[in-house]
């Protein structure tokens, strides 16, 4: 009867043991950060989803988020025919720094996860919500070309006048 409730009691352990296993993956990005970019560039990048950080995992759905305060996007992975690879384009909206993140979408055994990889600072620029190029500024600089050229429009006009004929 020992040896019974032993040998149970052993299978129980393999079969928990056995039924947690695989549930889990790395990811990674190359590269893991664009050099520079301002806002309205793209980061093209490449996902890496690995079981057991050692097999290429294919049939994922592995996303790229980005955030900045409250302002978020997510990018979807795309399978480059690469076992395991996922390639995204991203595109930074405004300038600021912006977090990344990365979810490896194995939802196999439940257990999928989103792993961090820091900020990234984006230069504001014409194609960014105010960017480099705010309108009142701009606005104020046509304003006073147009001033300025109706100032020297009048000065001339005043000086080239009819003169009055001198009598005799």
Known sequence: MLRLTLAVAVAALATAATASAGGWATVGLSPTAPDSISSGGTWNTTITVLQHGRTP??????????????????FTGKPTGEPGKYAVAVTFPSGGAWAISVYDGFTQYGNAQSTTFGTVDVTGGPAATGGDYPLGWTLAGIGAALAAALALFFLRRSRTGAQPVPTT
């Open 57 to 74: 995992l294919e049939g994922v759905t592995p996303t790229l988020t980005i955030q900045n305060g409250g302002e978020k996007r997510t």
